[in-house]
């Protein structure tokens, strides 16, 4: 008896922090909330009677450009205004659901979409337990973050268009709800590392293409939709006459959808280090928009031969275990950026916890000790765990390889090496969904953090950190994701 209670009660401790938002979201009162969370993690540890249902949707989150309303591109430098849609810009999502939770997954063709951008969407999406917004990280769209604006000091987001991006959010949910038919699903991985290099040491890449293509659960199995990860920065189009441009995740999703009639969602991955593209010498000689549309089509044909390798997956059960993180903003541009406005993101007094989110501060107020809200999660499409990792995470961080021991010039030579998100796992089939609920930059190994003089084997000032929220990031990101695993794996157990 004692033992059972003492379970229940783990099992509310736990359930309290996994499902935190959800509770949040539906406003229930408290004694409601309590119960409903012990039921809905009683019966997520069992085998859901019914089949899952997954459907897609989709919205267009192209800004209409007008002299008006200026659109400065984010991802290059400042004062680049769009002048040109070479690609249009999507909402796409993904819905599933087991009869018991309901998780919608969305990429945006975006920058960064912000966290408290997620939070006031969530609000709306009161018939779904959990979802996650994911950007794709196209750098030829719209600065919704503000550090790309007409000059330094002058923000380039738009808050009209991040509520039309929200607006557009919560429409391809609703439509991916609203198509939701039973389904089956196959999940497949191939590596292309000709596709891709690591542009800081050390060499450790995210080459690995991974797909779930899913099917109607019924006689004729017709495709319902693709996901689709892979982690290049889409980057391609970059310089090209200011243009918005989904980049290479367009012809991507046209080229596969082509081939099998149906809707594909694009996910990057661990984008950091950074992962950039190589070119075929074809892709070269056709220009920045055309070597975009090359190595889109380039990646279909590995998605191509990842789905013809793929293998039947397990739907159910659908589940979340995600972590409310408070992060320190160390980073002394990005604090003077939200001192003068061109940042404009919820800001809190930092308590030394990284579970623990001070008070939030009023606009214009400062502190020696600020903090952002973020996020991280774990989520699971029956047997295969999503990663939702809230910005560009090293690849050393998924599949190990941080230096060690690390360089002396570094300037946290002696902090312990992070886990690593394969080993935490125990297994190497898993989707990464970088950028989810948030972008808070570059997620750096604190031992290879180095932004003082000497610099390491670099040798040079490292773009990497001038990038980041600050060295606690990472520790602080892989600490809520061991978090999550654990939970992961209490809930998996019988
Ligand atoms: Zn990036």
Redesign the pocket.
């Known amino acids: 008896m004692i033992e059972s209670l003492m379970r229940l009660q783990w099992m509310l401790d736990l359930s309290m922090k996994t499902f935190d938002h959800v509770a949040q979201s539906r406003r229930l009162p408290l004694n409601l909330v309590l119960m409903t969370i012990v039921c809905s993690s009683v019966v997520r540890t069992g085998e859901s009677a019914e089949p899952v249902r997954v459907g897609f949707g989709t919205a267009d989150i192209t800004p209409t450009l007008t002299p008006e309303r200026p659109v400065w591109v984010a991802?290059i430098g400042p004062n680049n205004l769009a002048k040109q849609i070479h690609t249009r810009l999507n909402a796409d999502a993904i819905y599933l659901d087991d009869g018991t939770t309901s998780i919608a997954f969305v990429s945006v063709d975006l920058?960064?979409l912000q966290h408290d951008a997620v939070k006031r969407l969530r609000k709306r999406l009161e018939q779904v337990d959990y979802a996650c917004v994911s950007s794709t990280?196209t750098?030829a769209s719209p600065d919704v973050i503000g550090i790309w604006g007409p000059s330094r000091t002058k923000t380039g987001k738009d808050p009209h268009y991040v509520s039309f991006v929200e607006d557009k959010v919560v429409e391809a949910v609703r439509k991916a709800r609203s198509s939701a038919v039973p389904a089956v699903a196959t999940y497949g991985q191939v590596q292309a590392t000709e596709l891709l290099n690591d542009s800081r040491r050390p060499h450790v890449l995210d080459d690995v293409l991974r797909v779930m293509i899913f099917h109607r659960n019924d006689a004729d199995g017709e495709p319902l939709g693709i996901l689709v990860q892979w982690s290049v920065?889409p980057?391609s189009v970059q310089g090209s006459n200011r243009p918005l441009s989904a980049d290479y995740c367009a012809s991507l999703r046209d080229t596969l959808g082509e081939v099998y009639g149906c809707p594909v969602v694009f996910f990057i991955g661990a984008?950091?280090g950074?992962m950039n593209a190589v070119y075929s010498e074809e892709m070269k000689s056709a220009g920045r928009l055309g070597r975009a549309e090359l190595y889109g089509q380039a990646l279909a044909e590995v998605a191509k031969s990842a789905i013809a390798s793929s293998e039947p997956v397990d739907l159910a059960p659908i589940a979340v275990h995600s972590r409310r993180i408070a992060l320190p903003l160390a980073n002394p541009t990005f604090r003077r950026f939200t001192e003068i406005g061109v940042l404009d993101r919820e800001l809190y007094r930092w308590r030394g916890r990284s579970d623990l989110l001070g008070e939030p501060l009023a606009k214009g107020e400062s502190d020696s000790f600020l903090a952002i809200e973020s996020e991280v999660a774990l989520a699971r499409i029956g047997e295969i765990p999503v990663c939702l990792i809230p910005g560009?995470i090293y690849p050393e961080l998924v599949y190990g390889g941080i230096v060690q021991p690390p360089d002396p010039r570094f300037d946290f030579p002696d902090a312990p090496a992070e886990p690593n998100i394969t080993s935490l796992l125990g297994t190497q089939r898993f989707l990464l969904f970088g950028l989810a609920n948030d972008e808070v930059?570059?997620i750096i190994p604190k031992c290879q953090w180095d932004d003082r003089r000497p610099y390491g084997f670099n040798g040079t000032s490292t773009y990497g950190e001038r990038?980041s929220v600050g060295p606690d990031v990472a520790p602080i990101v892989l600490k809520a994701f061991e978090d999550c695993a654990r939970s992961l794996k209490a809930e998996q157990q019988p």
């Open positions: 991802g920058i960064g990280h750098h920065h980057q984008t950091g950074y560009e930059g570059y990038m």
